[in-house]
């Protein structure tokens, strides 16, 4: 059973940072790419950014230059490191993964919450 568990979001002030990790269990086949997704009220689930498993990234243009995603392949943990953080930013983050096999897999998501 293959669990995807996020934590570390908040309530954060504009221009806070917060580090949002996301941590699988019960894998059985190895992790291809793994990425953050968001949702603000009365939106579309959004791509943040994503990490491949030869450490390329790719960010969404909302938060370039402000996020980086990275992982801890031994821990199959991903990362988001988020920093001037701005109100649009709030919103639920939902880590998604990707194996090998082609099996994607979501954890249940965590506020983040940016009052200005």
């Known amino acids: 059973q293959v669990q995807l568990v996020e934590s570390g979001g908040g309530l954060v002030q504009a221009g806070g940072s917060l580090r949002l990790s996301c941590a699988a269990s019960g894998i059985i086949y190895r992790l291809d790419s793994m990425a953050w997704y968001r949702q603000a009220p009365g939106k579309q689930r959004d791509l943040v950014a994503f990490?491949?498993?030869?450490?390329?990234?790719n960010y969404g243009d909302s938060v370039k230059g402000r996020f980086t995603i990275s992982r801890d392949k031994a821990k199959n943990t991903v990362y988001l490191q988020m920093n001037n953080l701005k109100s649009e930013d709030t919103g639920i983050y939902s880590c998604?993964?990707?194996?090998?096999?082609?099996?994607?897999?979501w954890g249940r998501g965590t506020q983040v919450t940016v009052s200005s």
């Open positions: 998604e993964v990707l194996d090998v096999t082609g099996r994607t897999f």
């Open positions: 990490i491949t498993s030869s450490d390329s990234t």
